[in-house]
């Protein structure tokens, strides 16, 4: 399919969309991931909004609707009954009326609500949606700072690889080594039935995965406890940088509407974080890296975490040294963004988080360095990202050096963020 013919990709990325709809929410794909997800239906209600902005508000509502009442916002909301996933609700037993997820995912919904209120063509139904949207995310953005920044550090911290939403990147590593995997219940991976294992992460990084799950749920899923008992606590730059930004933009939204609380309170919340933001950044490697809350070092290991960073409104300087990072980047890899650094001897080509391209991470570095003045680059990023598309289809994730398509295939966000660079374009 040649690059130039955009009217075939957008049509293939609208047939993904239908594909992947359940009437109120969109599963990531069918078969590996039969639920909805979290920071996947935010970025996907973009693209959905471009064929239907009803449909797109909706995505966001039905989320949203199963926000926890202490204000966190789960990570996957079980609708049906699907055996073929691994950890389902029986595993997870959260308690929820409708069964969710205990952890949550990149906060990314802030941004996204912004994004479809400024494009909207039914004025009437932005804005009933928006304000209905408006309060939860402020809620969950409180939650955020409540639970995860106990000691009022200005950042946020995760407490599960699966939150960030780079659930195996070589960021964890050294921490997960602190996770125990003694007392864990036996149990099936099923995703294998559906993906190459050597795409995916291993038994050894699962076992930890559950370990962290079952203390969590032995604490009742109670928030206030699960920080000081979890021993995996990351200040992840990315993840940190989305909520900035949903931050930023929820405090925009918040003036259009009147609603001067909400506004000033997360304009604070960005601002203070903005400020903290800096013990992030790393001279060895030339961008933001992860903290180790646990022992309180940064963590070596330059991965598209800390390029995600420029999705906030951070220094110019930093900016464009995050600029100069993508421009290393691309010198090592064929396409951008690699995942990790192919560099690194770490570097996995294929195994999802350890060096695979992600089209909704080049999605949001594009956009940071675009309204950080960084348009080549910028540029750059989405040129990739189409040719990675035309030539391998709509996959989960991509081989930077070869350009394989990796993981599932039919991605619902891949689809959307297609749709996302061709209309940034127009
Ligand atoms: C994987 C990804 C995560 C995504 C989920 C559904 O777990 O690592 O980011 O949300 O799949 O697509």
Known sequence: MPINDTSRLRERAAAILAENDRGHYTVPTRGLYPFQWNWDSCLTALGLSQLDEARGWLEIETLMAHQWPDGMVPHIVFHVNDEGYFPGPHVWRTGRPTPTSGITQPAVAGFAVRRLFERARDRRLADTSARRLLTKIDRWHQWFFNNRDPDGEGLVAILHPWESG?????????????????????????????????????????????????????????????????????????????????????????????????????????????????????????????????TGSLIDSASCGGIMSVFAAIPRIRATALARRVETLARNSRHVVASHDPADSRFDSHRYWRGPIWLIVNYMIADGLANAGEADTAGRIRRDSLDLIASGGFAEYYDPHSGEPLGGGSFTWTAAMVLEFLRNND
């Open 166 to 294: 780079r659930d195996n990147s070589i960021d964890w590593d050294e921490a997960f080594e602190r996770v125990p995997t003694d007392g864990i219940d036996a149990y099936v991976r099923r995703d294998l039935q559906h993906a190459d294992a050597s795409h995916r992460p291993t038994n050894a990084q699962y076992d930890r995965y559950l370990w962290l799950l079952q203390c969590f749920r032995d604490l009742d899923w109670d928030n206030s406890r699960l920080h000081a008992a979890s021993p995996f606590r990351i200040v992840d730059p990315g993840f940190n940088a989305i909520l900035i930004r949903s931050c930023q933009d929820l405090a925009w939204l918040a003036d259009r509407l009147g609603e001067g609380d909400i506004a000033r309170r997360n304009r604070n919340l960005a601002e203070r974080a903005l400020a903290a933001f800096e013990t992030l950044w790393s001279e060895t490697h030339g961008q933001y890296v992860c903290r180790d809350r646990v």
